[in-house]
């Protein structure tokens, strides 16, 4: 584990938003339709037909056959620095349809071995990392891991763990900081990475998923999963390190002509609309304009720590390949243009342990632990 400086913590970097392009291979249902023309070169990706030219560059661009331990690759390093106190975020935006379950979650969330299946998603491998990480240092008494997983669906925040059928939204408010407080979320005191994935398998089948033209089984709500890391250094310093992993349920198109129930149709409108209020939250900041809409979206209010407040941010632009797509694969890429444009500030998070704090950490603890405890009896019915 990296030693601190006595001035670590006061030191900061700017860097800006890392967007990666995804194109998702052909499903077997489309091998009879016809193709964009979206052409891969390095880090570039061009879509050129009779009237429209889109050439863009980004930090990366993966092809149908890049695989997820390439997508991973990406987020290796700063993964790496959660432990040493570090805020990191990836963000999977796109289309219903377009892989970003696919590419965060994976089939099964499940390890054999000591490694991950070669199909299994971001959040998988993430909490493999870590906690092969956290175990490395030879310290592992001193790390302390919590995990909490959330959706947001129709514009209310649900615990996936705690109130799986939806019927407590949790209210939300800002600290000091700027940072977002989810009042009443549960926190799990986790000890192995097997902890992790049996609780998000069970936030997995808790999400609310209906079928849509383009996905059989399309997630309707945003879902963030959060683990925390806290490392106590010595006896008067901690550092505080977070992991977010962030969903985003896809834009849906609907004619006026096609039938949908209301329930499917409020839905529907609610996601497209808290995806617009994020590409005007992204366009703002990009622009350095002195208003930022965050507060217009309760999707946009939780991620507001991602642009600008101490984070490692990643953005995972989802493509499909087909030609009906093209019209929303090229606003998916115009999304992600503007988000390169987004800056954001690193550094280290120390905190000082002063009795007041241990004695705080101390009841948080317990409480986890009590919340933990409650958890696996209902699960297992103990």
């Known amino acids: 584990m990296e030693e601190l400086s006595e001035n670590q913590s006061d030191t900061s970097v700017i860097e800006s938003i890392k967007v990666i392009i995804r194109l998702r291979p052909r499903l077997m249902k489309e091998l009879e339709l016809p193709m964009a023309p979206i052409e891969i070169k390095n880090s570039s990706i061009c879509i050129k ?3 429209r030219l889109v050439d863009s560059a980004f930090d990366c661009v993966f092809g149908p056959d890049k695989s997820q331990q390439d997508v991973f690759d990406c987020f290796r390093q700063p993964l790496k620095k959660v432990p040493q106190g570090f805020n990191c975020t990836i963000l999977a935006y796109g289309q219903t349809g377009s892989g970003k379950t696919h590419t965060i979650f994976g089939p099964e969330m ?3 071995g000591d490694r991950p299946p070669k199909e299994e998603g971001i959040i998988s491998r993430a909490v493999h990392q870590l906690f092969s990480d956290v175990h490395s240092t030879g310290e592992r008494e001193n790390f302390r891991v919590f995990c909490s997983t959330f959706q947001i669906y129709n514009e209310k925040i649900y615990d996936l763990l705690q109130d799986p059928k939806a ?3 949790l209210k939300v408010r800002h600290d000091v900081d700027g940072g977002t407080i989810l009042e009443d979320l549960s926190e799990y005191l986790v000890q192995t990475k ?3 994935l049996a609780m998000l398998r069970d936030a997995e089948r808790a999400k609310i998923k209906r079928q849509t033209k383009m996905n059989l089984f399309s997630s309707r709500s945003h879902t963030v999963f959060r683990l ?19 969903d985003l349920a896809g834009s849906e198109k609907w004619k006026s002509e096609e039938k949908l129930a209301v329930k499917h149709l409020k839905e529907m409108n609610t996601i497209n609309l808290s995806l617009t209020t994020l590409g005007k939250v992204i366009s703002a900041i990009s622009k350095g304009e002195s208003f930022v809409p965050f507060r217009e979206s309760k999707l946009t209010r939780v991620l507001q720590s991602c642009f600008g407040n101490n984070n490692h941010t990643f953005l995972i632009a989802n493509i499909a390949p087909t030609k009906m797509c093209l019209a929303e694969t090229i ?5 992600a243009d503007r988000a390169k444009g987004v800056m954001v500030s690193i550094k280290q998070n120390i905190e000082d342990v002063s009795p007041q ?3 705080r950490d101390l009841e948080l603890e317990v409480k986890c632990q009590n919340h933990s405890s409650s958890y696996i009896s209902s699960r297992f019915k103990v």
């Open 331 to 335: 606003s998916t890429m115009k999304f």
């Open 194 to 196: 097997e902890d992790v």
């Open 167 to 169: 019927k407590k939204p």
């Open 49 to 51: 037909d009779s009237h």
């Open 110 to 112: 499940k390890f054999h």
């Open 228 to 246: 925390i890391v806290e490392h106590t250094v010595d006896n008067s310093r901690m550092t505080r390190g977070m992991l977010s992993i962030c």
């Open 357 to 359: 704090n241990r004695i």
